[in-house]
């Protein structure tokens, strides 16, 4: 699992949101894979949202996130 802390919030695309776009670098095009959840913080009492991603597969080995 890949869990991602966003402070300040991070401003994804509306096409990321949707598993349109690579959560990585922004892109449309090409193959998209499966790339773990992303982690949204909705307060202080209550648990993160959390939504699926989607990345080219070259962006998931060129761009190493620190959690991976």
Known sequence: MT?????????FTRAQRELQACI???GEDGELV???H???ATGS???PLGWAVVA???C???VP???Q
């Open 45 to 47: 009492t209550t648990s």
């Open 3 to 11: 869990i991602v802390q966003l402070s300040p919030p991070t401003p």
């Open 38 to 40: 992303r982690y949204t």
């Open 56 to 58: 080219h597969p070259a």
């Open 24 to 26: 990585r670098c922004g």
């Open 65 to 67: 996130e620190e959690e």
């Open 34 to 36: 499966p790339d773990g």
């Open 60 to 62: 998931r080995t060129a």
